[in-house]
């Protein structure tokens, strides 16, 4: 019965997400969410408690997602840099995972209620708290230079990573997984001593692989 309930959870879900991105929030109701899902509303009900709490939902799964992740990176890896490391690919990750996801609340987080927005914002500053732990932890240690603010560091992190959302295509040249790469190597590139540098080359790209892209043409130097 629990995976019944479920199953229709996730097709409230992906229904609204579908409906919100083509005809905007505003302009789909309830009903309209309820005969597309072939649910009724008492079955929307059941689950989401407003439209207002479905938009919510939508946010919440993927900052969830990404906060859970630094969580297990700072509990299970050893240094700073690994910690960083894994956190910035999860964090990539999000973008091809939950795009529908991304792409309506950006589209309509106005519209979320002040309240809810509040909870969003409970989870958006423990994950940049963490971030910058991360990096005042690695400062501390010597593996990340001390001259960079650590707090300007991790917001920088954030707006390079978050611009994701702007440009990746599933279908384009470059897969997830390689843009994760490049983001870490270019921020490790920023953010480590030299001496840390050499223990954790492994992070850098192959120089062989750097002018190829996906699809295995040269890409251009400049």
Same mark, same amino acid.
């Not at 409230?12 to 991105?21: D, G, Q, R």
């Not at 894994?86 to 309506?104: E, G, K, N």
């Not at 599933?170 to 897969?175: C, D, K, P, Q």
């Not at 490049?182 to 590139?189: E, K, L």
């Given at each position: 019965?629990?995976?019944?309930?479920?199953?229709?959870?996730?097709?409230?879900?992906?229904?609204?997400?579908? &409906?919100?991105?083509?005809?905007?929030?505003?302009?789909?109701?309830?009903?309209?969410? +309820?005969? !597309? =899902? /072939?649910?009724?509303? %008492?079955?929307?009900?059941?689950?989401?408690?407003?439209?207002?709490?479905?938009?919510?939902?939508?946010?919440?799964?993927?900052?969830?997602?990404?906060?859970?992740?630094?969580?297990?990176?700072?509990?299970?890896?050893?240094?700073?840099?690994?910690?960083?490391?894994?956190?910035?690919?999860?964090?990539?990750?999000?973008?091809?995972?939950?795009?529908?996801?991304?792409?309506?609340?950006?589209?309509?987080?106005?519209?979320?209620?002040?309240?809810?927005?509040? &909870?969003?914002?409970?989870?958006?500053?423990?994950?940049?708290?963490?971030?910058?732990? +991360?990096? !005042? =932890? /690695?400062?501390?240690? %010597?593996?990340?230079?001390?001259?960079?603010?650590?707090?300007?560091?991790?917001?920088?992190?954030?707006?390079?990573?978050?611009?994701?959302?702007?440009?990746?295509?599933?279908?384009?040249?470059?897969?997830?997984?390689?843009?994760?790469?490049?983001?870490?190597?270019?921020?490790?590139?920023?953010?480590?001593?030299?001496?840390?540098?050499?223990?954790?080359?492994?992070?850098?790209?192959?120089?062989?692989?750097?002018?190829?892209?996906?699809?295995?043409?040269?890409?251009?130097?400049?």
């Amino acid at each position: 019965m629990g995976v019944v309930i479920s199953q229709l959870k996730e097709r409230i879900l992906a229904t609204s997400l579908m &409906l919100f991105e083509k005809h905007g929030f505003h302009s789909v109701t309830v009903n309209d969410i +309820v005969e !597309a =899902s /072939g649910t009724s509303k %008492g079955g929307f009900y059941h689950h989401y408690r407003s439209k207002d709490d479905l938009l919510f939902s939508i946010h919440d799964t993927f900052i969830s997602y990404v906060l859970a992740k630094a969580r297990e990176a700072d509990r299970t890896c050893q240094t700073p840099a690994a910690k960083l490391a894994q956190i910035i690919h999860s964090f990539a990750r999000v973008f091809d995972l939950y795009q529908p996801h991304i792409s309506v609340f950006y589209q309509e987080s106005q519209y979320l209620k002040p309240e809810l927005d509040q &909870l969003i914002k409970v989870k958006r500053d423990e994950y940049r708290l963490l971030i910058n732990e +991360v990096i !005042a =932890s /690695g400062q501390a240690s %010597g593996e990340f230079r001390r001259e960079i603010p650590f707090d300007i560091s991790g917001m920088a992190i954030l707006g390079i990573v978050n611009w994701t959302s702007k440009w990746y295509q599933r279908n384009g040249e470059r897969s997830i997984e390689e843009i994760a790469d490049i983001f870490t190597d270019f921020i490790m590139h920023a953010l480590l001593t030299e001496r840390a540098k050499e223990t954790y080359s492994f992070y850098f790209l192959d120089k062989s692989k750097a002018l190829t892209n996906a699809k295995g043409r040269p890409t251009s130097r400049s």
